[in-house]
C-alpha cells in the first residue's frame, strides 16, 4: 500500500517502483490526480490480475475546498474562471448541499480528465481549449460531511463514495449549488477498499523487507479474503478448476454470495479458488477469476 505524494502521477510511482525493484509486472488499483495524496494499492505481478477488481472498490477522501474560486479543473492547479468578492454563505447551507449530493447522483466527468472522446483523452482536448459534451454518470456518494471553515473560506470535509467519483468534481458541483463557486484545495485518500492510510508507506520508503513484511504488504491471498468468501467442497473444487460454472443452488447460502457485487471461493484448505460474480439470469456464479 503505497502513500502517494503530492505532484507526481499514479503511473509515475508504478514505472518507479517496478524500475527500483526490478518487477515483471506492476499495476495500481485506482488513479489519484497528481495534487492528490494517500493509498495507491500497488499490484505487484500475479496480483496486477485484480488490480480492475480493486479499482471498484468504494473510497474514502478527506480534504478541503474554497469557496469562492472555481476554475477549469475544478481544482487550485486550475486556471480561474470565475472569482465571487463577497461570499456570504453559513455552515448551515454548506450542509444542506451536501445533503443534496449524498445518495445515488449524476455526475458529469470534468474536461480535465483521462475519460476518452473519440479515442482522444479529454484533457488534451480541455488543453486545446475544445469543450464536448460528456455523459453524466450514476455514482454513489454514501457520506458527504462538513468538518469545518476557516476564515479563508476554505471546507474541510470527508467524503465516502463509490468507484468513479471526482472528488473535485463534486465540490465544484457544490460551489454552484450555493451559488458560489468551489474549487478543490487538497485532497488525501485514507482508504480504498480494505486498504487504509494508516497501513501505507511512503515511496521513499519502500525497502525490499517492506514487500515481505510489515502492513503495507498484503499478499494476493489476503487481498483476497476482504471479498465476502464461501469455502467450496473438494469436489466442486476440482471441477471448477477445470472451468465448471457452479450453479446457486451447488453453493452454502452463508454467506449469501448472490447478494454481493463480486465475491471470493475458496478451497477447503482456504486457499483462493475463484473469484466470482453472480449472474442472476442464468442462476450461476460468473469465474471472473480461477486461481490454480
Same mark, same amino acid.
Given at each position: 500500500?503505497?502513500?502517494?505524494?503530492?505532484?507526481?502521477?499514479?503511473?509515475?510511482?508504478?514505472?518507479?517502483?517496478?524500475?527500483?525493484?526490478?518487477?515483471?509486472?506492476?499495476?495500481?488499483?485506482?488513479?489519484?490526480?497528481?495534487?492528490?495524496?494517500?493509498?495507491?494499492?500497488?499490484?505487484?505481478?500475479?496480483?496486477?490480475?485484480?488490480?480492475?477488481?480493486?479499482?471498484?472498490?468504494?473510497?474514502?477522501?478527506?480534504?478541503?475546498?474554497?469557496?469562492?474560486?472555481?476554475?477549469?479543473?475544478?481544482?487550485?492547479?486550475?486556471?480561474?474562471?470565475?472569482?465571487?468578492?463577497? @461570499?456570504?454563505?453559513?455552515?448551515?447551507?454548506?450542509?444542506?448541499?451536501?445533503?443534496?449530493?449524498?445518495?445515488?447522483?449524476?455526475?458529469?466527468?470534468?474536461?480535465?480528465?483521462?475519460?476518452?472522446?473519440?479515442?482522444?483523452?479529454?484533457?488534451?482536448?480541455?488543453?486545446?481549449?475544445?469543450?464536448?459534451?460528456?455523459?453524466?454518470?450514476?455514482?454513489?456518494?454514501?457520506?458527504?460531511?462538513?468538518?469545518?471553515?476557516?476564515?479563508?473560506?476554505?471546507?474541510?470535509?470527508?467524503?465516502?463514495?463509490?468507484?468513479?467519483?471526482?472528488?473535485?468534481?463534486?465540490?465544484?458541483?457544490?460551489?454552484?449549488?450555493?451559488?458560489?463557486?468551489?474549487?478543490?484545495?487538497?485532497?488525501?485518500?485514507?482508504?480504498?477498499?480494505?486498504?487504509?492510510?494508516?497501513?501505507?508507506?511512503?515511496?521513499?520508503?519502500?525497502?525490499?523487507?517492506?514487500?515481505?513484511?510489515?502492513?503495507?504488504?498484503?499478499?494476493?491471498?489476503? @487481498?483476497?479474503?476482504?471479498?465476502?468468501?464461501?469455502?467450496?467442497?473438494?469436489?466442486?473444487?476440482?471441477?471448477?478448476?477445470?472451468?465448471?460454472?457452479?450453479?446457486?443452488?451447488? @453453493?452454502?447460502?452463508?454467506?449469501?454470495?448472490?447478494?454481493?457485487?463480486?465475491?471470493?471461493?475458496?478451497?477447503?484448505?482456504?486457499?483462493?479458488?475463484?473469484?466470482?460474480?453472480?449472474?442472476?439470469?442464468?442462476?450461476?456464479?460468473?469465474?471472473?477469476?480461477?486461481?490454480?
Amino acid at each position: 500500500v503505497l502513500n502517494k505524494n503530492e505532484g507526481h502521477t499514479s503511473s509515475y510511482f508504478v514505472g518507479r517502483i517496478k524500475k527500483k525493484f526490478r518487477f515483471k509486472k506492476v499495476g495500481h488499483g485506482g488513479t489519484l490526480d497528481p495534487m492528490a495524496t494517500g493509498v495507491l494499492p500497488i499490484c505487484i505481478n500475479d496480483a496486477t490480475k485484480l488490480a480492475g477488481y480493486i479499482l471498484n472498490s468504494d473510497k474514502v477522501y478527506e480534504g478541503k475546498f474554497v469557496l469562492g474560486t472555481e476554475t477549469d479543473t475544478h481544482d487550485l492547479t486550475g486556471k480561474i474562471i470565475h472569482q465571487e468578492e463577497n @461570499v456570504q454563505v453559513n455552515e448551515k447551507a454548506i450542509c444542506e448541499a451536501m445533503e443534496k449530493l449524498t445518495g445515488t447522483i449524476e455526475q458529469v466527468p470534468p474536461m480535465f480528465s483521462a475519460i476518452k472522446y473519440n479515442g482522444t483523452p479529454l484533457y488534451k482536448l480541455a488543453r486545446r481549449n475544445e469543450v464536448v459534451e460528456r455523459k453524466s454518470r450514476q455514482v454513489q456518494i454514501y457520506t458527504f460531511e462538513f468538518k469545518g471553515i476557516e476564515k479563508k473560506l476554505e471546507v474541510s470535509f470527508r467524503v465516502h463514495c463509490s468507484k468513479g467519483v471526482y472528488v473535485r468534481t463534486l465540490c465544484h458541483d457544490l460551489g454552484k449549488m450555493l451559488g458560489t463557486g468551489a474549487s478543490l484545495k487538497s485532497l488525501i485518500r485514507t482508504q480504498t477498499g480494505a486498504f487504509k492510510i494508516e497501513d501505507a508507506l511512503s515511496f521513499e520508503a519502500l525497502t525490499p523487507e517492506a514487500f515481505t513484511q510489515g502492513a503495507a504488504w498484503k499478499s494476493l491471498d489476503d @487481498v483476497l479474503k476482504t471479498f465476502p468468501f464461501q469455502v467450496i467442497p473438494t469436489l466442486l473444487s476440482k471441477k471448477i478448476r477445470n472451468g465448471y460454472i457452479p450453479k446457486f443452488y451447488e @453453493v452454502s447460502a452463508k454467506p449469501d454470495l448472490r447478494e454481493v457485487p463480486m465475491g471470493v471461493f475458496l478451497d477447503d484448505h482456504q486457499k483462493p479458488l475463484a473469484l466470482v460474480s453472480p449472474d442472476i439470469g442464468r442462476q450461476a456464479f460468473k469465474l471472473l477469476r480461477v486461481f490454480l
